[in-house]
């Protein structure tokens, strides 16, 4: 690379042949593929080197996978055209989308090759890389609806052996070589502000240099300016990710027919997935599309140990827990731990309510909750079968030390002595209008349990809980076995505050099949691109009105491969 400097006092860089922005997993994707095509690469990040790989490192590391060798091992009958119809059920495009028309034309064909991948190349390129996954498939997302409706109809979630740091570390290690290599110029604490455009012509990016920070991977680091450069190139790569921390923004483009986000809510992505460079690629030409669409969780919980601002976790439920709104409700069906997280976030948010909860008991407790994250999953994440085993027996450590370390885990011997800390915990931290009755909630717990004590049952919880257990997965790991919540042997009565967790944008820049950025009118912006959650996952909304879980990951591989590798084709 050759610098100079203008008279304003901005350091100038050429002769490069693209530019990526964001050096989270997309970015590498991208950025990786095309070295290995030849490509001269400069890979901008706002944030130090210790968060290289972005999001994805922080992430459980489940990929949605297609007739795998795990489910068929497991005698899950998956296929494309069953996979497909699932996530059409799920997108809900407009009208047009499969015939090539509407706003959702572009979404719609991504989201095929999606599937596509999934079901073909996914796991063979990645195995190739030294990946490999846990052989229990989980059922991440039920769905509980007809056919045709929202949800997997089989598992498909398979969590990555060694989690996300799994997942990023082929393409970080690639990353390296190709530096080493003298293709890629890896360029920490750059913060773009604006695309230089030349008519009519992204040519390259303005950014400000920022002061060297030592904060560890997540962490909030400063924004103190020490400088500014403006790079040139034949295209720039947006892959920023979405708006996750950035509340206000999500707030503003929540859809007015859900409510609206409440107030106070956690963060599931560290601060620097401030959504910032999709205004600046807005700024100069790209159309944003779907901006209404997202992502996010009402089953957070505030981390004992926080890394990031308003720091949350996920907890990923298995399906017994009864879901109670903030006035002791139960919500509809199918809106049951693990069914429909989307559905039910937006029945919160419909109410006006900034929480809901889970109540259960201890076993339920031990055998269903698990934890998203990487850091919240030792065993996993670190490849070790011994402590694999302790939570198999029900012995996760994160989620024994949630418990005794967490306000919003709430533990009492009877339904009354559980309401009276149910309202303390919401009157001491949030004042809100939520108030549970004991006489109320006791009432619930028994008929709750009159239905189990049948061994069949009418309520559709109970039914479709006793069903899960069909699933050997389940039944072994996941699902606890039907009792009263008070049975005594199953320990104490628990109830867990959740509250809404952020986490992705399924809309973004508008692209075409290849990942080029378009115009409001659907032209080509020529020589702007845009990859992972920026570019809404593929074509500025892959996943429609709603995803399938597993498919976060899956998504930013697909868009960086198939991105970089056109793009590198057409240079």
Known sequence: MTDSVHNNGVATTGNTDVIVIGAGLSGLVTATELTAAGKRVVLLDQEPAASLGGQAWWSFGGLFLVDSPEQRRLKVKDSFDLAFADWLGSAQFSPGADRGEGPDRFGYRWAKGFVEFAAGDLRPWLHAKGVRWFPLVQWAERGGYPAGGHGNSVPRF?????????????????????????????????????????????????????????????????????????LSAQAVVVASGGIGANHDLARARWSADAGRLPERMLSGVPDSTDGLMLGVAADSGAALVHEDRMWHYPEGIANHSPVWTRHGIRILPGPSSLWLDADGNRLPGPLFPGFDALGALQHVTTRGDDHSWFVLNKTIMEKEFALSGSEQNPDLTGKSVPLLLERVRGRSVPVRTFAEQSEEFLWADTPAELAAQMNALTAATDGSHGHVDGESLAALIAARDAQVATGLGKDPQVVATAAARHFIVDKAIRVSPPRALTDPQDGPLLAVRLSVLTRKTLGGLWCDETGRALTPDGDVLEGLWAVGEAAGFGGGGAHGHRALEGTFLGGCLFTGRTTGRALAAAL
């Open 158 to 230: 398979h969590v990555t052996w060694g989690t996300g740091p799994a997942v990023v570390e082929p393409f970080v290690a690639a990353a390296h070589e190709a530096n080493r290599a003298g293709l890629l110029d890896l360029r920490f604490r750059h913060r773009v502000t604006s695309l230089v455009v030349t008519d009519g012509r992204v040519t390259g990016v303005r950014a400000e240099i920022l002061a060297d920070d030592d904060a560890g991977r997540g962490e909030p680091s400063g924004r103190t300016v020490t400088g500014e450069v403006e």
